[in-house]
């Protein structure tokens, strides 16, 4: 009997250490239950750590009485931590016949510095002349900076790089993928603004590729819009390409030379809103929001992913309950450069377009620009998609524009794309194929990271 006991305590012991052996060419580890039960619990409160980290915020959004966007504007202004910078020369350059020529002539007239951040880099004729231009200019002595996406600008790494590096120029990549940056990697830098001298800026939808030549012809060339901005506000989007180049780089670019003091150089006031994940709404999805809410007469969007939450949808449906004419075009999935995304953004073509909100698929290409106008009155153009992606996890930039005379431009610019573009409706929209709809929905699975 004691022999019995004392075994038994002996087995217990033996539980309750550490083991490894091997038996038919399998390993064995043996482990304390109180260490396997430790572990296990370390891992749950990791997830949940996590998972309360990279969560979507609770909150709804909701206003009451937001009024005219002219009384709300500087609620708006104020609500995205930025201010209305009156003396602005705003100018709209619609496709890439327009933009890179403009762009690359400032660019070669820089003096002291020149800032490119961007998502996209893509070898080719646009890419290779800039850095051409880019190369120059920091052999003339100017500072030149680029900063790309690691991801969407994977191409400027090797030849490119170092040929602009040996020039004097100073390359950044946004979140490249090691061992510090894995908690990021799904964080993407997709803001697009150039900035020369400090005094002139330029931002839309952008990237640097051919695909963004010509004057979207075809397929292989697509539609956008961008602005060029003379005045006070390129103080803050310096500002915006200076939060990222310090996080990359370390460096802070500060004086005069960065930041001069701007005089006035046209008009048209503006306001940057910019944004970062960091768990609470973004700025820019607060733009949209009162924007939309704001809204007494039309609302046009054009953007190329239409995903809009629940908080945008009821935003979007309410406005035409008020008798706002509410217009939205984005591109076909045959002409898209993500078919599978297009299929995720007829999820809710259904219900807006029973909610009376009019859609245009437009036909012949990607239709790339993002942009909002309302009451012909004030604008907004950047580089953010109406979708949680571009609301939550990629840093974006957009430049809210109070001017009659540039919104009219961009409400000009949509009547000529619906030439080009085929209206949906709901019984037709109702009627489309099963399969259509099957694809649909399982690409909506997926819309919080499209």
Do not use: C
């Not at 999820?347 to 009019?358: A, T």
């Amino acid at each position: 009997m004691t022999k019995d006991r004392h075994r038994g305590h002996h087995d217990r012991q033996h539980e309750d250490r550490f083991g490894v052996w091997h038996l038919h060419g399998t390993t064995y580890v043996r482990l304390p239950l109180i260490v396997f039960s430790g572990m296990l619990l370390a891992i749950v409160a990791l997830t949940v750590l996590y998972w309360s980290v990279k969560r979507k915020p609770d909150a709804k959004l909701r206003v009451k009485n937001p009024g005219q966007l002219s009384a709300l504007l500087p609620s708006l202004v104020g609500l995205t931590q930025s201010s209305l910078d009156p003396g602005n020369s705003v100018e709209v350059l619609q496709n890439g016949d327009e933009f890179f020529p403009r762009l690359f002539r400032d660019v070669a007239a820089a003096r002291e510095s020149i800032h490119v951040e961007t998502y996209i880099w893509s070898d080719g004729v646009i890419a290779r002349g800039l850095a051409k231009i880019l190369a120059e200019k920091a052999r003339q002595g100017v500072e030149v900076r680029v900063l790309v996406d690691a991801s969407g600008g994977r191409s400027l790494k090797g030849d490119v790089q170092k040929m602009l590096e040996s020039a004097g120029a100073h390359v950044g990549h946004f979140h490249p993928i090691r061992v510090s940056n894995l908690g990021r990697l799904n964080n993407r830098d997709h803001r697009k603004i150039w900035i020369v001298d400090g005094r002139i800026a330029y931002t839309g939808g952008y990237g640097i590729s051919d695909n963004w030549s010509g004057h979207a012809q075809d397929k292989k060339h697509w539609r956008d819009t961008g602005l060029r901005i003379a005045g006070p506000a390129v103080n803050r989007l310096q500002g915006a390409f200076t939060e990222n180049w310090i996080e990359e780089m370390g460096e802070i670019p500060a004086g005069d030379r960065y930041f001069p003091k701007i005089p006035p150089s046209g008009p048209t006031a503006t306001h940057i809103a910019y944004t970062s994940p960091n768990g609470s709404i973004s700025s820019v999805q607060i733009l949209y929001y009162l924007a939309i809410k704001a809204a007494k007469r039309e609302i046009l969007i054009q953007n190329p992913y239409l995903l809009p939450d629940d908080d945008a949808m009821a935003a979007l449906k309410e406005a035409v309950r008020r008798g706002v004419d509410v217009r939205v075009m984005v591109p076909a999935d045959h002409a898209s450069d993500s078919a599978f995304v297009q299929h995720a953004s007829h999820h809710h073509f259904g219900k807006l377009l029973r909610s009376g909100v009019k859609i245009w698929e437009y036909q012949p290409t990607l239709l790339h620009q993002k942009i909002l106008v309302v009451d012909g009155m004030w604008a907004s153009v950047g580089s953010t998609n109406f979708d949680e992606r571009s609301f939550q996890l990629n840093d974006e930039i957009n430049i809210g524009v109070a001017d009659p005379v540039v919104a009219g431009q961009l409400r000009a610019a949509f009547a000529n794309d619906m030439k080009r573009a085929v209206q949906r409706h709901y019984d037709e929209w109702e009627h489309r194929p099963l399969w259509h709809k099957l694809v649909d929905g399982v690409a909506y699975l997926g819309h919080s990271q499209l």
